[in-house]
């Protein structure tokens, strides 16, 4: 009778069978002796399941976030598209070459803007100045203005000598982009500010207030029969001004905690600090993505970058797309990194996820890529089975640069990015101009995909190297402690 009232206990506490704590244990010491392990197990059990249920749940959270995130992006690039298309339907193939040439020096000022400004935002707002986040952005805000008006005076006269002595039609392209650059990249400051705050939602607000100026501009101008280059312009800088407007209270308002006076101070040096990388970086990005529009001009005409620009259109929605949710993620992967495990697994897990996307979009391409361009240009530009199955390998490459660039980046080694760009530049200005100068638009998407290949292949090689080396370490601190 005693025997069975000690397993009854023993089972309310081990959480086992009676007849099993019966069998197992024929006397008190001996449960005592195994209690310890099995209540280890059943810790561990316990951990392992709490575990899994929260990455469920972060997982399930930053899916939502990222349908916040996609939602703002493909409003951003459908209005952009938007102007894209009816231009390039509308405008002789020069007027629509220089509008794309124009844009290709926006992006390159971008770069900078990105480098010095957003891109730090991303990392720093989220876990350094993550309480007082408000501030932190309004402190950004002025900076942006004081670069952006010796920005749009290098634009003013680089404009002016373009006109002069290379195109006029270049460089009124560029005139208007020194009155809207300021306007446009405060815009992408605010977007990217709601999603450094984790709040894509504001982010998407904005673009549908974005989408729905640029659309209603649209139609006024073309019903007036005032669309060109610079009026268009004009309509971009005006829809972004709109979308500022509306973006602005809320993040000012999303904390109250001011920046401590050292923590301001070290603002700009922490930005500059990480810039030097970030946008040597960034140029080179640029110089292998956009050089293509630069060199095609002087073998095959300015048309050719219209071509050019046209194609590269019908990957615009899941480079932007991808584009979003990688930028949403980048605060998730320095935040990982608090807890083992959780690094490797999310870049694991998000790798898979848009290599997916990606080959699903591939094989769009091939199956409808036709159609789909008959529809948006008309008999204005034609592209092959050839041409859909070569420029459908970019948005893939794109994707693993992006992912393996936020991984180093999180790590805080933006130089592993800037070594990676430099093997990808090296083969843009050898391969990929000789490609361009042999088979013209075509031998410039090959030159892309190169690029991409070769840029890939560094970044995962250095993270690879960076995991061999902690294990090494790790083995050298085991030996040394035993």
């Given amino acids: 009778m005693d025997r069975r009232v000690t397993a009854m206990r023993s089972a309310e506490v081990t959480g086992m069978p009676p007849g099993v704590v019966a069998a197992a244990t024929p006397g008190a010491a001996d449960v005592a002796a195994r209690l310890p392990a099995a209540q280890a197990v059943t810790s561990a059990s316990v951990e392992g399941a709490v575990s899994w249920r929260q990455d469920w749940r972060r997982w399930l959270h930053l899916g939502s976030q990222g349908g916040w995130a996609i939602a703002d992006q493909a409003l951003f690039a459908g209005s952009n598209l938007a102007v894209n298309v009816l231009l390039a339907r509308w405008l002789p193939g020069a007027e629509y070459g220089a509008f794309v040439t124009a844009y290709t020096v926006l992006l390159l000022v971008q770069i900078a803007h990105a480098a010095l400004l957003i891109e730090p935002l991303l990392i720093f707002g989220a876990d350094r100045h993550r309480t007082a986040f408000s501030h932190y952005y309004e402190v950004l805000c002025a900076y942006h203005w004081k670069v952006m008006v010796v920005a749009s005076g290098c634009l003013a006269l680089v404009a002016a000598a373009v006109a002069l002595w290379v195109d006029l039609l270049v460089g009124e392209a560029i005139a208007g982009l020194a009155v809207t650059a300021p306007f446009i990249l405060l815009s992408w400051l605010a977007r990217r500010g709601c999603l450094g705050a984790s709040k894509p939602h504001l982010a998407a607000f904005g673009g549908a207030i974005n989408f729905a100026a640029v659309l209603a501009g649209l139609w006024l ?13 004009l309509l971009i800088g005006a829809a972004a001004v709109v979308t500022t ?50 060199v095609l001009p002087r073998w095959y005409g300015l048309a050719a970058s219209g071509v050019l620009k046209a194609l590269l259109n019908l990957i615009t929605p899941i480079t932007h797309s991808d584009g979003a949710l990688v930028t949403l993620l980048l605060p998730q992967f320095v935040r990982s990194r608090r807890v083992p495990g959780r690094f490797r697994r999310i870049v694991t897990v998000t790798t898979c996820g848009f290599m997916l996307e990606s080959a699903c979009y591939w094989l769009m391409l091939v199956l409808f890529g036709e159609r789909l361009s008959a529809m948006l240009y008309g008999n204005t530009f034609h592209f092959d089975h050839v041409s859909m199955l070569l420029v459908g390998v970019i948005p893939p490459l794109g994707s693993l640069a992006n992912i393996l660039g936020n991984a180093l980046r999180a790590r805080e080694e933006p130089d592993g990015v800037f070594w990676a760009t430099i093997a990808a530049v090296a083969v843009a200005s050898t391969l990929g101009v000789s490609a361009v100068y042999v088979a013209g638009v075509a031998g410039a998407i090959v030159g892309m995909a190169a690029s991409g290949v070769v840029q890939v292949g560094v970044m995962s090689w250095l993270l690879l190297r960076h995991r061999e080396t902690a294990r090494v370490n790790a083995r050298t601190a085991d030996v040394v402690h035993a």
């Avoid at 101008?221 to 312009?233: H, P």
């Avoid at 407007?245 to 930005?271: E, F, G, K, N, Y």
């Fill in 221 to 233: 101008l073309t019903r007036l029969d005032w669309l060109n280059v610079f009026s268009a312009q």
């Fill in 245 to 294: 407007l509306c973006m602005q209270p809320a993040l000012r308002r999303l904390t109250r905690q001011p920046l401590s006076d050292t923590a301001r101070a070290r603002v700009w040096a922490d930005h500059w600090a990480y810039a030097r990388w970030s946008g040597a970086t960034g140029a080179l990005t640029w110089f292998y993505s956009f050089v293509y529009y630069l």
